[in-house]
């Protein structure tokens, strides 16, 4: 398929990486040797893209500033999980970390929705057409605060946030089992009450390049 000459809309997603692409540790990926793909990820976002969706990852990443993983580590985790998602027909169109503890109180950590701001502004992202896919809470709370409709998997922390005080009070449009069920239930929503698409004809969005593959540095509003 030429996405050059394909006239068709697209439309955008976020997607929180590790618990959702890929497995969650309690001890950080801090390699690649430790990235390992949640089964069905890489053919969700190959549907994803084959549906015309543009990806956009958000993900938080503390370790870097707790002195548990350098950025430039980080950053090549992240060049390989794209070159791989890249080989397997899905394509990321951009990305975004927060390297910030909790502590630091910055406008990029999740349930801060700084990383979807800058990103809709780069991008022409209209977000409330945009869904957000995460498995913790703090995503959900990030899209809504962005405008965006959100779904939570079960995988990674999604399970355990169906239990929190605070499910009620950031419920997401829908719980699916994975990634991979959430880009089903997003084409059968599709197909029962198709939503404007954001973006018309002109070609497909500029490939993903190393320079989207740096951390949003905040140092107040974004």
Same mark, same amino acid.
């Given at each position: 398929?030429? !996405?050059?000459?394909?006239?068709? !809309?697209?439309?955008?997603?976020?997607?929180?990486?590790?618990?959702?692409?890929?497995?969650?540790?309690?001890?950080?990926?801090?390699?690649?040797?430790?990235?390992?793909?949640?089964?069905?990820?890489?053919?969700?976002? $190959?549907?994803?893209?084959?549906?015309?969706?543009?990806?956009?990852?958000?993900?938080?990443?503390? +370790?870097?500033?707790?002195?548990?993983?350098?950025?430039?580590?980080?950053?090549? *985790?992240?060049?390989?999980?794209?070159?791989?998602?890249?080989?397997?027909?899905?394509?990321?169109?951009?990305?975004?970390?927060?390297?910030? $503890?909790?502590?630091? +109180?910055?406008?990029?950590?999740?349930?801060?929705?700084?990383?979807?701001?800058?990103?809709?502004?780069?991008?022409? *992202?209209?977000? %409330?057409?945009?869904?957000?896919?995460?498995?913790?809470?703090?995503?959900?709370? +990030?899209?809504?605060?962005?405008?965006?409709?959100?779904?939570?998997?079960?995988?990674?922390?999604?399970?355990?946030?169906?239990?929190?005080?605070?499910?009620?009070?950031?419920?997401?449009?829908?719980?699916?089992?994975?990634?991979?069920?959430?880009?089903?239930?997003?084409?059968?929503? +599709?197909? *029962?009450?198709?939503?404007?698409?954001? !973006?018309? %004809? %002109?070609?497909? /969005?500029?490939?993903? $390049?190393?320079?989207?593959?740096? /951390?949003?540095?905040?140092?107040?509003?974004?």
């Amino acid at each position: 398929m030429s !996405y050059q000459s394909d006239p068709v !809309y697209w439309r955008d997603i976020f997607l929180d990486r590790d618990g959702v692409i890929n497995e969650n540790r309690a001890d950080h990926v801090k390699s690649w040797y430790e990235f390992r793909f949640l089964p069905g990820a890489l053919n969700a976002m $190959r549907l994803l893209t084959e549906r015309h969706y543009r990806i956009f990852v958000v993900t938080n990443q503390a +370790a870097v500033n707790r002195g548990l993983l350098a950025s430039a580590t980080l950053e090549e *985790i992240h060049r390989r999980m794209v070159a791989t998602a890249e080989a397997h027909g899905a394509h990321i169109a951009g990305l975004r970390y927060c390297p910030h $503890r909790d502590d630091e +109180a910055c406008a990029c950590r999740k349930p801060q929705p700084g990383m979807l701001l800058s990103l809709a502004a780069e991008r022409q *992202i209209d977000l %409330g057409h945009a869904y957000f896919i995460g498995d913790a809470l703090s995503d959900v709370a +990030a899209g809504h605060a962005a405008g965006c409709r959100t779904i939570l998997v079960r995988t990674g922390r999604g399970s355990e946030q169906l239990g929190h005080a605070d499910f009620l009070r950031h419920r997401p449009r829908h719980v699916a089992a994975n990634l991979l069920d959430a880009v089903h239930w997003l084409h059968d929503q +599709a197909a *029962i009450a198709p939503t404007q698409p954001t !973006y018309a %004809g %002109g070609g497909w /969005p500029t490939p993903a $390049r190393p320079d989207l593959l740096i /951390p949003l540095k905040t140092t107040g509003t974004v």
